[in-house]
């Protein structure tokens, strides 16, 4: 198989690998599932506390009156509090409440659970390859997230 051949089936594994620890972490944790954007606006928040809408809504790719109407939802939930940004109250924020930081917690840790009895039936050599994997597949996120922010600023700059 040659390189572009096995590039065209990373993103499918990873999406189709995704989307079933996604839903299999929620379910197996006890929590209540969210809607998929909404889902990844609390990892988002939790990471990042104090993101503002607009940024939540660029690196989501997301519309902003639909990162605001999410918003408002887990508001309901109990999962996120709007706030002032206090360095200038015109601006706004969003941070995660504790409930949010332990049910992101939960998730993760069924998560990782989860993958260690998978592990566990897969051949010592496929197992110890995707633990090594881990530190690329993190420096390939941020590559795409620093060249997708790029191509965003290069494409706002041109319209202006």
Known sequence: MDRLAVLRDLMPA??????TLLRTGVVRSGLE???A???DMIRAIVREPGV?????????????SNVS???RHLAELGLVQRESDPADRRAGRVLPTPKAVADSRRIEETWARVLDEVLAELPDHQAQALLDAVPALRALERALRTRDTAADTAAQDGSQ
């Open 37 to 39: 954007s909404e889902a």
């Open 33 to 35: 599932p969210l809607p």
């Open 14 to 19: 990873l999406r189709d690998t995704s989307r």
């Open 69 to 71: 109407t999410a918003l």
């Open 52 to 64: 503002s809408p607009g940024r939540l809504a660029a690196e989501l790719q997301m519309k902003p």
